[in-house]
RNA sequence: GGGCGCGUAGCCUAGCCUGGAUAGGGCACCGGGUUCCUAACCCGGCGGUCGAGGGUUCAAAUCCCUCCGCGCCCGCCA
């Protein structure tokens, strides 16, 4: 690369390196790696496009990197040279092993929060988006080098767990008939708790409209808890209810490091800290009833939103308050802080980086938000409506799609076998569905599109890797280091699959920086693609001479492919 | 009304940041492929005013402006 800028700036002597640098683009194409436009140069130096890629072609001579440099229309191409570019990756690939695509630590230290889904009930689809990005960009973030801490912020301070909370802190006959009734006869002994806790949940909900006895009542519970006075059940049941959604997140491997409780941040008197400092900060301003606000025009808030309510008239903190001071605790420990939140949540980013700037704090959070998914008739995917769809529902009827196809075609596994391997397709079917596509698309959720097992889906990658396993498993003598000679690896589907694994890296790295992790996903379905080309183009185990250097090929797929799936969280399979 | 996001074939989607060579994939549909390493696969075909209009540029899906459509947000809720 370096040699090619070099002798690029020596070509028109007049030209700016930078310029050189600058248009020079990677170009995937069977007879490029790098490609130059030169018409910028040809309008510079008023002279034909093509002249002057042809005269410039001419005057580079082949190196031992670039086999090939010549001119093509308007255009300077250089082909790496295919035996270089295939011995370089397969040694990095074979040799790198697990950590081929992964960096060195950086030293950095990253905050990942993402999904922080109230402890109300399980856990519905609504959700899953933004933990399968968040888990998929942490776990992308940390092979690029940073350490990468991912944090769960559990609210249990407002509305919405003080009525879970009031609903177990009394024997169900004190329920109010209708939410009673909602639940009567449904539920077994075993079920999650997530479940039988949040069952009666949305009836509550409805039941705070129109009953305002009851709506007092939980009112008084919200206000206990905020003064710090919670009953014994408070605490007790979100963890109950948050560790059922857990377990649903831990079949799709999504774990957490770190759990933050919301109301210790009042608990700590560091939401008081903070609150003396924002009434005493610049553009801080009391209101006539007694609550105070920060006028945040300067912010570039939208002018409705220009006022921000720090403080109620009875001197108790807000959401965003505590997010504040959560926020400044992250800063404290992190060098950078990034939060997966759901658009709806855009203007509360905007606000906290007010804030934050506020109080002089000069670091932002990276905001990856991404359109919540709606359902199939258009609306919100909602507990309330009935059109929620639970997580574990979900993979279970995925898991069964999935064992219909295995049992099709394999009738030599055992029951354990058939169950591991179906629920791995269900699984990768339903993550890779999630993080294909760019988050800030919106996406309508249709079950048959989520659970497919064809074409551009996580299956279809799963099945590329066990694929290669087998291949690799038959190859008897084949084990590693995988001797080969670059020399018998250069034919075109080769040679194509070979470029494709050496992007790993560069498509890591390109995630880690972008936040982009439907990139992964993008770069997962074409090395599978590529690979299935070549497995169907070329014989391996009856490869004449080139078997064994084939066989290191397809080792260093598998193992571009096994780490690829590892950083999206989906389990590559030695067999399905 | 204001703010943010999205608009690419019947459906879904990549590319947009950083403008360049015939806009990549997938589903569906049509036609082929299994005495051979797993057919959850492969090969071929069909299908595109890149929402509309204008601007910048040698060059625009990509940058700028206007408009249209869809979604979300605009609480002393979280």
């Known amino acids: 690369m370096a040699g090619i800028v070099g002798a690029m700036r020596r070509r028109p002597s007049e030209v700016d390196p930078a310029t050189v640098d600058g248009l020079l683009e990677i170009a995937a194409g069977p007879e490029r790696d790098l490609a130059f436009p030169v018409h910028r140069l040809a309008a510079q130096a008023r002279v034909r496009p093509e002249e002057l890629a042809a005269a410039i072609a001419a005057g580079i001579p082949p190196t031992a990197q670039f086999r090939r440099v010549g001119a093509d229309g308007a255009y300077v191409n250089f082909q790496v040279d295919p035996v270089e570019l295939v011995r370089a990756t397969l040694d990095l690939a074979l040799g790198r092993g697990e950590r081929y695509g992964h960096f060195a630590p950086t030293g950095e230290s990253v905050c990942v929060e993402h999904t922080s889904a109230n402890p109300t009930g399980p856990f519905h689809i609504g959700r899953v988006r933004n933990a399968i990005i968040g888990d998929s960009l ?19 301070m407002g509305r919405q767990s003080a009525m879970i909370t009031w609903l177990w802190s009394r024997p169900p006959e004190r329920w109010p008939e209708p939410v009673r009734a909602a639940v009567a006869g449904q539920g077994s002994a075993d079920e ?3 479940r039988r806790r949040g069952r009666p949940y949305p009836a509550l909900s409805a039941q705070l409209k129109s009953d305002p006895a009851t709506a007092e009542s939980v009112a008084e519970l919200v206000r206990r808890i905020e003064q710090g006075d919670p009953p014994p059940e408070h605490e007790a049941v979100a963890r109950e209810v948050l560790g059922g959604m857990l377990a649903s997140l831990g ?39 007694g609550a105070w606000s920060i006028v945040a025009t300067q912010y570039g808030l939208p002018k409705e939103s ?24 992250k800063f404290s420990r992190f060098e950078r802080v990034i939060d997966v939140l759901g658009q709806d949540h855009q203007l509360h980013a905007r606000t906290l980086e007010a804030l934050l700037a506020e109080l002089g704090e000069p670091r932002r959070p990276t905001f990856v938000l991404y359109q919540d998914l709606t359902s199939p008739e258009g609306g919100r995917m909602s507990t309330r409506g009935g059109s929620a769809v639970w997580l574990d529902d979900l993979l279970d009827e995925a898991r069964e799609r999935a064992r219909r196809e295995v049992l099709q075609r394999r009738d030599d596994l055992g029951p354990a076998e058939v169950e591991a391997i179906s629920e791995a397709v269900a699984t990768g079917a339903i993550r890779y569905h999630v993080v294909r596509v760019a988050p800030e ?14 074409g551009r889906s996580g ?29 018998l690896l250069v034919g075109g589907e080769e040679l194509a699959l070979a470029r494709v694994v050496s992007r790993l890296p560069r498509t890591v790295a390109y995630v880690a920086r972008s936040a982009h992790v439907h990139a992964l996903a993008g770069y997962a379905h074409e090395l599978a693609d590529q690979f299935n080309r070549f497995y169907h183009a070329v014989p391996v185990l009856a490869g004449g001479e080139a078997r064994e250097s084939r066989l290191a090929l397809v080792a260093a797929v598998r193992q571009a492919l096994g780490n690829a799936l590892r950083l999206l969280g989906i389990a590559p399979l030695e067999s399905m």
């Open 138 to 156: 942490a776990r992308a973030l940390r092979a690029a080098g940073p350490g990468v801490t991912t944090q769960y912020y559990v609210d249990d």
């Open 459 to 487: 299956p279809f990658v799963q099945y590329a890797y066990a694929r290669a396993s087998s291949v690799l498993r038959k190859g008897d003598a084949a084990r590693p280091p995988y001797p080969f000679e670059p020399a």
């Open 441 to 454: 698309k919106p996406v309508k959720f249709r079950w048959e599109e989520a659970l497919s097992f064809e």
């Open 306 to 329: 220009d006022r921000v309510v720090v403080q109620r008239k009875d001197g108790t903190s807000l959401y965003v308050t505590r997010d504040l001071a959560y926020h400044l605790a």
């Open 192 to 194: 999650k708790p997530d």
């Open 251 to 289: 079949r799709l491997a999504i774990t957490f490091d770190e759990f933050v409780w919301e109301s210790q941040f009042v608990r700590d008197g560091s939401v008081a800290r903070i609150l003396e400092r924002l009434r005493a900060a610049p553009h801080a301003a009391q209101e006539e009833n």
